[in-house]
């Protein structure tokens, strides 16, 4: 079954051609069904692979020699293992629901646009499906380069919107910065080890000094900040809002922002024998958590909210990732896929009943018109907020348990940033759906529940949200329930050999997770207390909440440390060395051509004796050369002779 | 007689040529320039040629050294014979449309 594996990928790269060369032609239902068409069949294969992998293990696939030159091959060649079947489920699976949706959301556009953005978003899932599957580095890198394309057309998919295409811009030149990194940890790994495969650098990495595999990891890190929004490379991620709402469900839930953890998860062998470049990636990780959520408890756009809240959630994978607990990084991004993208995709119809108003000032009481998006949204809420039984408790919980296991003050950070992230998600639940409507009269009578094509992976999500961490079970509640655990045993099995042991007493343990869900509880009930009754005010912030209402400034300080100043340089170059240098140099060739002629010309003055003169001159001077020559020559050879 | 005797005249001759062909208007006085270098190099070809032969006598009579230079000469007398019919032609054709025989009335012939 596992020899299918390359049909994952196929299918919707066959969607992106179908839809893409024929979305002038096709009408939109069929394109529909192609997009999603595709990702379905793309996920059944997926699942028929897992099933495959659970029974008969890893396996290698390789297709055909993408790089082969002397002493360097890199076959094009998938890699079938746990994590990679994790991802795949994931990508397909959300990617399906997300797909399906949008044939509801997006059916105003004309189907010339609506193919455009099947078109793209299966070309986007193809690139992930690449990354996921790549059994090297180099594979990985196009799919991490394609994922990257795909962000910046759909992001600037309004492409008539001079913002959007500057936040579509602004995605790629962030992405670019961190690919770099990259870039150049392969090509280091490859000049190092000679080899980009997975498992040779992998069975290899003790032949690297602990220099190169500092160096190594923290390249590999830097793209991952880039990919997945780390500070400092976040700023993009926000700004990705500009896209139609289902795909930032996809950037944000199913594929791009969780390359970088996959990325780590899988050379989680390199990082462990890198402890200054883990503890990198946790104080990266947890800075971003707390960053960003204290970000969005200020903003007042739907899903600015729900972006600074990714890029919180990523922070947590990254510090779980950075304390050695790959398992519940990975299993975060699972249990953060659900329940991102329910959220996302609960925005959606909340924007699409709202005729495309995002500002939750404006919103409120949406309860009752929307029963369905209400609901699945609450859960949601829940399950990111951490409240037991719902799947983000259970993950969340991993990595803190083991950032306190590693570090209390990581835990006591880690806490604070989930505070907050449960104050603004139901400070966000809160003025959308709670109290009264506060928008116009026009738009609360238009108020209504979306369709089924929007309401149905809402529900399936929301499922999903509630069950999806119950195959995380902790130790302290059944003993052997962690089952992603067992399964992704093997490919962290050589990490958890080095990596040092601790253990909380099971008492401690309770009592840390008793204390941080009655915690979390309080500011829930705060959040909602604070926010239900909730009026448009005029009065501005003051102080700290005009910052955070500014985002800390910091797309203000990129701008004046580094977009202006490469702004000016441009500047200059454009306007000095383009103008006078290049032009000058193009142009006078020109001009000296013209000029000498102008000037030669005047020899041909039909004067006789003109000619008779120059001849004349021209043999005395033609005499001259000879005879200087020969005597240079003469004196030449006496002197070297 | 000493072979700079010979140069010399060359030389003066050669001179008088180029810059009474330099200097004159008239077409048949630049024409008559033109043939008194001819006659300059052929001089100095001709002188050679016999120093060569002079020289080359002393140790076997029956030398031909510098015969070639001479045969140049009757080249370049037959050439230069050719050339001042073709040129005179001109002259004379000249004459018939300028009624001069100005040297600088040849950029007529631009047009």
Partial sequence: ?641 | MPIQYYIYLCLALFSIGIIGALTRRNVIIVFMCIELMFNAVNLLLVAFSKMHLAAASISDKASTVGSDGQLFVFFIMVVAAAEVSVGLAIIVMLFRNTHSVDINFLNRLKN
């Fill in chain 1, 1 to 641: 079954m596992s020899k299918l594996v390359y049909l994952i990928p196929l299918f919707p790269l066959l969607g992106f051609l179908i839809n893409g060369l024929g979305r002038k032609s096709l009408s939109k239902s069929l394109i529909g069904i192609i997009g999603s068409g595709t990702i379905l069949a793309s996920f059944i294969v997926s699942l028929l692979v897992f099933f495959d992998v659970k029974a008969n293990g890893v396996s290698v696939i390789t297709l055909f020699n993408f790089i082969s030159i002397k002493g360097l091959i890199i076959p094009f060649a998938f890699q079938v293992d746990q994590l990679s079947v994790l991802f795949l489920l994931i990508i397909t699976g959300v990617g399906f629901l997300i797909h399906l949706y949008s044939t509801a959301y997006m059916h105003e556009e004309e189907p010339q646009h609506f193919g455009r953005y099947f078109a793209y978003l299966n070309l986007f899932v193809f690139s992930m499906l690449l990354l996921v599957l790549g059994a090297n580095y180099v594979i990985m890198f196009i799919g991490w380069e394609g994922v990257g394309l795909c962000s910046y057309l759909l992001i600037g998919f309004w492409f008539k919107n001079n913002n959007y295409n500057y936040a579509a811009k602004k995605a790629f030149v962030m992405n670019r910065i961190g690919d770099l990194g990259f870039l150049l940890a392969v090509f280091w790994l490859i000049f190092k080890l000679g080899t980009a495969t997975y498992s040779d650098v992998f069975s290899q990495v003790a032949q690297l000094s602990s220099f190169d595999i500092t160096a190594i990891t923290a390249l590999l890190f830097i793209g991952a900040m880039g990919k997945s929004a780390q500070i400092p490379l976040y700023t993009w991620l926000p700004d990705a809002m500009a896209g139609p709402t289902p795909v930032s469900a996809l950037i944000h839930a199913a594929t791009m922002v969780t390359a970088g953890i996959y990325m780590i998860a899988r050379s989680n062998i390199l990082y462990t024998m890198a402890p200054g470049t883990q503890s990198l990636v946790a104080m990266v990780g947890l800075a971003t958590a707390i960053f960003a959520a204290t970000i969005a408890i200020k903003q007042n756009d739907i899903k600015k909210v729900l972006a600074y809240s990714t890029v919180s959630q990523l922070g947590y994978m990254f510090l779980g990732l950075g304390v050695g607990a790959y398992t519940g990084a990975v299993f975060h991004v699972i249990t953060h896929a659900f329940f991102k993208a329910l959220l996302f995709l609960g925005a959606g119809s909340v924007i699409h009943a709202m005729h495309h108003e995002q500002d939750i000032r404006k919103m409120g009481g949406l309860k009752k018109y929307m029963p369905i998006t209400h609901i699945t949204f609450l859960l949601a809420c829940l399950a990111i907020a951490g409240i037991p039984p719902f799947s983000g408790f259970f993950s969340k919980d991993e990595i803190l348990m083991a950032a306190l296991a590693k570090n209390p003050i990581y835990y006591y950070l880690g806490l604070g940033g989930a505070l907050m992230t449960a104050f603004y998600m139901f400070r966000l639940y809160s003025l959308t759906f709670l109290g009264g409507f506060r928008g116009t009269n026009e738009q609360e009578h238009h108020l209504h529940e979306s369709p089924s094509a929007m309401t149905i992976p809402l529900i399936v999500l929301a499922i999903l949200s509630v069950i999806g961490g119950w195959v995380g079970i902790p130790e302290l509640f059944a003993k052997d329930a962690h089952s992603l655990e067992h399964f992704l045993a093997p490919i962290f099995a050589s990490s958890t050999a080095i990596a040092d042991k601790h253990h909380l007493e099971t008492s401690q343990e309770w009592m840390y997770l008793i204390g941080s869900t009655a915690l979390i509880v309080v500011v829930i009930i705060y959040a909602i207390n604070s926010y239900k009754k909730y009026q448009p005010i005029t009065e501005e912030s003051t102080g700290l909440g005009v910052i955070l209402e500014n985002k800390w400034y910091v797309d203000e300080l990129y701008d004046a440390v580094i977009v202006n100043p490469l702004n000016a340089v441009a500047g200059f170059f454009k306007n000095f060395v383009e103008k006078y240098v290049i032009d000058g140099a193009v142009n006078g060739v020109g001009r000296l051509v013209g000029y000498g002629s102008r000037q030669l010309r005047l020899l041909q003055s039909g004067q006789v004796g003109n000619y008779l003169l120059i001849m004349v001159l021209a043999i005395v001077v033609f005499v001259l050369v000879w005879f200087n020559d020969i005597t240079i020559v003469y004196y030449l050879n006496r002197l070297f002779n």
